[in-house]
């Protein structure tokens, strides 16, 4: 599981560095597209000039003037077929007298000039007009871009913060003339920016599929923690059943081979013996059906009204009796003097018995288990606290699941098969009382009930 989550983020991770690529690209090649033709704009706006043609006195051409786009970088005469000398001032091409010299011939002379050809190349821009026009072509693209403009010579190398993110040098004219170029700023961010869409989605995709693994191991863990109880149960069960079998076939095997029939008395004492195994087989059975049908349709609460004292004094004074092998006495405090209760007897003396029984077997031998029962205005707070081996933190919210025991491995020196503080607290809630523990390891455990006395 952790290999595949593991996998995925790789996938992930290869997937969005993908996509950042491309976004990259697709800056990269507009923004060259744009500075490109930004360039071209500017060069085609400077080609169109004023250009002047001055003559000496003593040549019969008049003061001509031509405004119209020429392009090229060389200037000749269709009608004269030789290179002029040029003196390039601003956006006017005048031509010397000096050029014209080779020119003040008989036949030329008296030829009007009858066209001229003229090719200009700059070779430089203005770099804040570049940059304006620039800006202005990339707002209309991708909105605000910070940026600046780069000019260097030939041969020059520029050093940039950023050369990532840069366009291509531009070269306006002949080999020697100067070049331009973009840099960027910030384009990481802008870059992330255009693949947000993508990286949330990874986020998501990445986040539920996490979620789906987490549930999926809960559920497993659950599954399995599920089958060691049962496993457990089934053992306890199984031990819990052996002892009072055991004894049945002991006492039928003596009435069978040892003329236990013909003395009535020793046969009246087995068959006691016989009825209480029974009874205690019967009891078992009864408790594991009725934690299901208490789980599916709840527990009835009688509204009867009954002394509560009474009911854990006779509870205390059953237990007194059948723990004697184990050395354990239970001892009784009552603050208060009016313990009325509404609801079910039964039920709530089956209450006190688990919480008896359940302290008892956890804990230590020759140490006693304290009730405390506390007369309240409108509540009446039972305590049985003992002085065993504890619960660990880690499994105090469990303990009221059906069938949950604290694992101590395949061992069954504590009798029990889970049941008894499920069905407490199931005891509890139809009442519409309250039920905590406090349990520190090697310390011991006490159990608060507070049931509210009109039910």
């Avoid at 306006?172 to 870059?191: C, D, K, M, T």
């Avoid at 399995?224 to 002892?243: A, P």
Wanted: with cysteine; charged share 25%.
């Amino acid at each position: 599981m952790s290999c595949s989550i593991l996998l995925l983020l790789v996938l992930q991770f290869y997937w969005i560095k993908s996509e950042y690529k491309s976004a990259e690209n697709a800056f990269r090649r507009e923004t060259n597209l744009v500075f490109r033709n930004t360039v071209a704009t500017l060069m085609d706006s400077l080609y169109m000039s004023r250009i002047d043609l001055l003559e000496s006195d003593s040549l019969r051409y008049k003061h001509r003037r031509f405004r119209r786009s020429h392009f090229g970088d060389s200037i000749a005469f269709s009608a004269i077929g030789k290179a002029l000398q040029l003196d390039l001032s601003g956006s006017k091409l005048i031509v010397t007298r000096d050029s014209l010299a080779k020119l003040d011939t008989a036949g030329d002379a008296e030829r009007p000039l009858k066209s001229i050809m003229i090719r200009i190349n700059p070779d430089s821009l203005d770099v804040q007009s570049l940059k304006n026009q620039y800006d202005k072509n990339l707002k209309a693209l991708d909105g605000k871009i910070v940026f600046r403009v780069l000019e260097r010579e030939p041969g020059e190398v520029i050093r940039t913060d950023s050369p990532a993110f840069m366009t291509e040098f531009i070269r306006i004219g002949p080999p020697n003339a100067r070049q331009y170029a973009a840099s960027f700023e910030g384009v990481q961010l802008l870059l992330f920016k255009e693949i947000l869409p993508q990286i949330l989605f990874s986020i998501l995709l990445t986040i539920m599929i996490g979620i789906a693994f987490l549930v999926m191991y809960k559920n497993l863990m659950t599954q399995q923690r599920l089958s060691m109880q049962k496993d457990e149960f089934i053992n306890n069960v199984s031990h819990e059943l052996k002892t009072p079998i055991a004894t049945v076939n002991v006492a039928l095997e003596a009435f069978r081979n040892f003329n236990v029939l013909d003395n009535p008395k020793v046969t009246h004492e087995y068959l006691d013996i016989v009825k209480t195994e029974l009874d205690r087989l019967s009891l078992m059975t009864e408790r594991i059906l009725n934690t299901s049908v208490y789980e599916n349709i709840g527990i009835e609460v009688d509204n009867e009204v009954f002394d509560f004292k009474d009911t854990v004094n006779q509870s205390v004074k059953g237990m007194n009796l059948s723990s004697q092998d184990k050395l354990a006495t239970v001892e009784t405090v009552f603050h208060g003097s009016d313990f009325k209760l509404k609801g079910s007897k039964m039920h709530l003396t089956n209450l006190v018995y688990n919480l008896l029984d359940n302290a008892i077997n956890h804990g230590r031998s020759q140490t006693p288990v304290r009730v405390t029962l506390t007369e309240e205005s409108r509540h009446l707070v039972l305590e049985v606290k003992d002085f065993g081996m504890g619960i660990p933190r880690e499994y105090k919210h469990k303990i009221f699941e059906k069938f949950f025991r604290v694992p101590h491995g395949d061992v069954h020196n504590v009798k029990g098969y889970g049941l008894g503080l499920s069905y407490v607290k199931q005891v509890v809630k139809a009442h519409q009382g309250t039920i905590e523990v406090e349990s520190e390891p090697g310390k011991g455990s006490a159990f608060t009930i507070k049931l509210p006395k009109n039910g």
